[in-house]
């Protein structure tokens, strides 16, 4: 990065703190109303649920030039406690930890099921402009409970991070991942939205009609051959239906202004695409019963190890039930919360876009995102017009969009002994710090995933350059969220700039049983598309072989 690349932003001494940018879920600048209804949201959840919990930690996030930066420091505000205190708190939050798989599932997954349906459903354009104010109210409300029940859920991570320290203790493998491979192979929402693809690819394959619309088209004019023809309006009864239920969701997480899979199928069409041109050993049912088959043979091993030992017995079977809820607590609750909950808040933001048009205070409806807040509310009450501030912060926005900022301002995130810290900032969003390779032709991250890949490399910044990806090559991305999963069936293997241990990328590679290495922070960066490149999972380093 050169000095150039962070102009703008604020340097050590000018900043107080120490601020992470959160590249694994905001890799570019996200519009105002996402940072200020949904980030800070996501701040205020998080803390409510942490201090719920007994953690003394606050999220704080702040947006500079539209990049969303956050740490995980303690709040003054939070009583503090003895030695003797901590003590209790770990024992406490490791307790409280391993009831959170069930807990989603009894508790926390059904509550936000109605919330959820009403907004993706209600008839908001009927409503007047007092009645859309109010609602503006719950929906942000709303946004609030989605984030803290997210907060009381990254616990999930504990657990977790105990049963594999537990399996290197007693079974001391070669490979350091391996423990991870106990988490994988239960059903998932990711798991049913490729499902869902992987049925209607094989739709496509067996109709000589179909199959030649998808060959020779691209995503976007799909749609308007397939409603020539009586087999293609059917093949769109059945997407649509899937998209009903599976189309909630956008490339990211927080930018609410993105358009949802249900507004713009190019996505799901083009993994359809990418689908056919693989075989039956892709299908994400066996690809389920491949990782359920691993996780089994390793937790035999450790039970027949561990025989003759009933406390340690015990105590591996304890953190296997509580950590077996990770993989779909992890999974399900960006189906619903991440992914659904805000592109439901953007139902209900397009349509106060909508009346705001009407209105004359602002000329697109998507302009609505380019407001905070308190300016929505008076929006809706006063009608000042709003055209020349949302100019304004769209080419503030695409300004910002050519910058590469840097990954921390002010002191680096430093070692914290909390269990949930170590969790969540190294384990999942790893942003502790990695030393460097000082070989130009090797990058070091993360081994999140075993075993060693050579191929070519692919630089894929969001899903909607997926299209380049063939089968067998190196995915190099910046991070993953659940609606890449289905591009793990294509792969060979994977490269992260972002991510730890327990990143969504690192959980679903360790699925799919392919090599992979999160946290390079540069991967995008150094490598090239074309290059050839070696994944080493289990060192966690990649190796350009050629460059282009």
């Known amino acids: 990065m050169t000095a150039r690349q962070h102009d703008g932003f604020p340097v050590q001494g000018e900043i107080d703190g120490y601020w992470d940018w959160d590249k694994i879920h905001a ?14 949201a996501m701040a205020e959840g998080f803390t409510i649920a942490q201090h719920a919990f007994g953690s003394p930690l606050a999220l704080r996030c702040r947006m500079v030039n539209n990049y969303l930066y956050a740490t995980f420091c303690p709040d003054e505000s939070f009583p503090a406690q003895s030695s003797q205190d901590v003590e209790r708190y770990v024992q406490e939050l490791e307790r409280i930890a391993a009831r959170t798989g069930e807990r989603w599932v009894k508790e926390w997954e059904p509550s936000l099921l109605p919330i959820l349906h009403r907004t993706r459903t209600a008839d908001f354009l009927a409503m ?17 409970s989605y984030w803290t029940i997210h907060g009381w859920i990254n616990l999930s991570l504990v657990p977790a991070t105990a049963l594999m320290e537990f399996y290197n203790a007693e079974m001391q493998p070669d490979d350091l991942n391996e423990a991870w491979q106990l988490m994988q192979g239960y059903p998932t929402k990711s798991l049913e939205t490729s499902k869902g693809l992987w049925r209607l690819s094989q739709q496509v394959k067996g109709s000589v009609v179909l199959s030649k ?3 020779s088209l691209q995503p976007s004019e799909v749609l308007d051959a397939l409603d020539t023809t009586e087999e293609g309006r059917q093949f769109l009864v059945d997407l649509r239906a899937f998209l009903d239920d599976f189309g909630w969701r956008s490339d990211g997480i927080y930018e609410v202004a993105d358009p949802t899979w249900r507004e713009d199928p190019a996505i799901p069409l083009n993994t359809i695409q990418g689908y056919l041109a693989l075989d039956d050993e892709h299908n994400p049912e066996h690809t389920l019963a491949r990782a359920t088959a691993r996780r089994e043979e390793l937790a035999d091993a450790v039970r027949m190890k561990l025989s003759g030992d009933p406390a340690k017995l015990t105590r591996f079977n304890e953190l296997m039930d509580a950590a077996q809820h990770n993989l779909r607590v992890t999974e399900d609750h960006s189906f619903w919360i991440d992914q659904m909950g805000t592109a439901a808040f953007r139902r209900f933001c397009l349509d106060v876009g909508q009346r705001l048009v009407d209105k004359g205070i602002i000329g697109d409806v998507d302009d609505v995102f380019f407001l905070y807040k308190e300016e929505l509310r008076a929006a809706l009450r006063e009608g ?9 912060r769209r080419a503030e926005k695409d300004r910002w969009a050519q910058v590469v900022p840097p990954p921390h301002l002010g002191v680096p995130t430093p070692n914290n002994a909390d269990p949930f810290f170590v969790a969540i900032v190294d384990k999942m969003l790893g942003l502790l710090p990695i030393e460097p390779s000082t070989d130009p032709n090797v990058i070091s991250g993360v081994g999140a995933s075993p075993g060693v890949v050579r191929g070519t490399a692919k630089v894929v910044r969001s899903l909607t350059e997926a299209s380049k990806l063939q089968a067998g090559d190196i995915m190099v991305c910046e991070m993953t969220v659940p609606t890449w999963v289905p591009l793990f069936a294509t792969v ?17 590679a360790r699925e799919f049983h392919l090599p992979a290495v999160v946290g390079t922070m540069v991967g995008t960066d150094v490598i090239k598309d074309g290059m050839t490149v070696t994944v080493d999972g289990s060192k966690g380093i990649v190796r350009i072989e050629e460059r282009k």
């Open 492 to 508: 060979g293997a994977v490269v992260a700039d972002s991510g730890g241990i327990l990143s969504h990328c690192a959980i679903v």
């Open 213 to 215: 619309v998808f060959e």
């Open 384 to 392: 000042k017009p709003g055209h020349e501030t949302v100019a304004e």
């Open 27 to 40: 890799p570019r600048p996200l519009t105002p109303l996402a940072g200020d209804a949904i980030v800070m």
């Open 128 to 144: 007047s402009d007092d009645e859309l104010a109010q609602e503006l109210e719950t929906q942000l409300q709303n946004v609030v």
